[in-house]
């Protein structure tokens, strides 16, 4: 939809001012003359992870002298579909970069499975989330999650939990 002379100019003047452009009123008024969707804050995503991982030099040593090998899979592969929701909007105006910086804290959740080191089980994430578009094509986003995998260990299969932060770079078309 190609919005009217009349909604530019009330987003603009939403946009001058500080009740219109950081506040919930400017949200809803835009969301009405822009005939903006409950589920356009919802997102699908397919996560393929490559990990290279290796032995530090006093794991080697352990490895070389008393023959010991770690009891976890060294990670390689991870494959996972899910969603991603922005739980809400803001903006941060810092001087000097000529405009405002665009943000939406978001909660994801993730699941699929990994192939690691010869072992594949299931895998699943989920987390928060900071997207931060540093103009209107580009973005950061910050992630923190939760994982859990399922893998086999010395002749049994264990629930494995841990962390997982990560920073990504992106762009829009």
Do not use: C
Not at 70 to 99: N, T, V
Not at 132 to 139: D, E, I, R
């Amino acid at each position: 939809m190609t919005p009217s002379r009349g909604a530019r100019a009330v987003d603009r003047a939403l946009e001058a001012s500080v009740v219109g452009s950081f506040t919930r009123i400017g949200y809803h008024t835009r969301r009405r003359l822009f005939e903006w969707t409950p589920l356009e804050s919802l997102g699908l995503e397919l996560v393929i992870s490559h990990y290279w991982s290796s032995l530090n030099a006093e794991a080697e040593r352990v490895k070389k002298e008393l023959g010991a090998l770690p009891d976890s899979h060294a990670p390689e592969w991870q494959f996972m579909l899910g969603g991603r929701y922005s739980i809400g909007y803001g903006k941060l105006m810092i001087g000097g970069l000529g405009g405002a910086i665009h943000f939406e804290p978001q909660a994801f959740l993730h699941i699929g499975g990994h192939a690691h080191d010869g072992d594949a089980g299931p895998s699943g994430d989920g987390g928060l989330g900071l997207l931060v578009f540093l103009t209107p094509k580009m973005f950061v986003r910050i992630d923190a999650a939760i994982v859990y995998e399922r893998e086999d260990r010395s002749g049994q299969t264990v629930a494995v939990w841990g962390t997982l932060p990560s920073l990504g770079m992106g762009g829009t078309l």
